[in-house]
C-alpha cells in the first residue's frame, strides 16, 4: 500500500540558508499534519493543513512557512536557518482531517551546520 | 492546555515476557483519543493503538493492549509475549478531537531482550 513519501530523507544546510521540506500524501488523504522531533525529544506539532487551506497551527517560528498544493502535497520552507532547527521533520497525511486515522512518512532529517 | 507524562524513560523486558509502560494525562475534556505510537530506529512513527475516551471497553490490537482509566487519567500499555522487533521508543499521545494536533509524552525507550 502507498505511504507518506517524504523528500529528501536527509538534508545537511549551514546557518542563514534556506530548505524546503516536501511531503506527499497518501492517495486522497486531503489532511496534511507537520511535526518536528528534535534530539532526544518527543514530536511537537507545527501545522496542518486540510484542503489546501491552513487548519490548525501550532509552535512553528515565523521563519517557517508551509503550504499545500492542488495536487494535496504539502512542501515545508525553513529560512535563516539556526543550529537549533537541527530536527527530524514528520508529515503525516489524513483523510478527510481525521487525525485518529493518520499515517506518518519516514522523516526528513536536518541537519544544520 | 493537555500535558502527557509518561514517567518510565526506559524499561527493559525479556522475550517472550509481559511488560507495561505508564501514562498518565492532564485534561479538563470529557471526549478525546488516546494514543500510543512505536518508533524504532528507524524513527518511522508507527501507531500502535488507539482508544477513544468515550468507549469504556479497552482497546486490543493483536499482542497489544491498553488499561484505560479515566477517571485517573491513565492510559497504559501492556505488550504480551515481548518479541526483539518491539525494541523501540513508544510516546503516548493525546488529541482532542476538535483539534488536529497530537500531544505527546516525552517517551519511554523500551528494549526487548533475547
Known amino acids: 500500500a502507498a505511504g507518506v513519501i517524504q523528500s529528501p530523507r536527509h538534508l545537511i544546510k549551514e546557518k542563514r540558508e534556506t530548505a524546503t521540506l516536501k511531503c506527499y500524501p497518501i492517495?486522497?488523504?486531503?489532511?496534511v499534519y507537520w511535526y518536528q522531533q528534535g534530539p532526544g525529544q518527543d514530536p511537537q506539532f507545527l501545522i496542518s493543513?486540510?484542503?489546501?487551506?491552513?487548519?490548525d497551527k501550532g509552535s512553528i517560528p515565523d521563519r517557517f512557512s508551509a503550504q499545500q498544493f492542488s495536487d494535496y502535497h504539502s512542501e515545508l520552507n525553513m529560512s535563516s536557518l539556526e543550529l537549533g532547527d537541527s530536527a527530524l521533520y514528520f508529515c503525516?497525511?489524513?483523510?478527510?482531517?481525521?487525525?485518529?486515522?493518520?499515517?506518518f512518512g519516514q522523516g526528513t532529517r536536518l541537519t544544520v551546520v | 492546555a493537555q500535558t502527557v507524562t509518561q514517567s518510565q524513560p526506559e524499561m527493559s523486558v525479556q522475550e517472550a515476557e509481559t511488560v507495561t509502560l505508564s501514562c498518565t494525562y492532564d485534561?479538563?475534556?470529557?471526549?478525546?483519543?488516546l494514543f500510543w505510537y512505536k518508533q524504532p530506529p528507524s524513527r518511522q512513527m508507527i501507531l500502535v493503538i488507539r482508544?477513544?475516551?468515550?468507549?469504556?471497553q479497552n482497546a486490543t490490537e493483536n499482542r497489544f493492549s491498553v488499561n484505560f482509566q479515566k477517571a485517573a487519567k491513565s492510559f497504559s500499555l501492556k505488550i504480551s509475549d515481548s518479541q526483539l522487533g518491539d525494541t523501540a521508543m513508544y510516546f503516548c499521545?493525546?488529541?482532542?478531537?476538535?483539534?488536529?494536533?497530537?500531544?505527546f509524552g516525552k517517551g519511554t525507550k523500551l528494549t526487548v531482550n533475547p
Open positions: 493543513f486540510y484542503e489546501k487551506m491552513q487548519s
Open positions: 485534561t479538563s475534556e470529557s471526549n478525546y483519543y
Open positions: 499521545a493525546f488529541m482532542k478531537p476538535e483539534s488536529e494536533k497530537l500531544v
Open positions: 503525516a497525511s489524513s483523510l478527510d482531517r481525521s487525525n485518529t486515522e493518520a499515517f
Open positions: 492517495p486522497r488523504h486531503d489532511t
Open positions: 482508544q477513544e475516551a468515550y468507549k469504556q
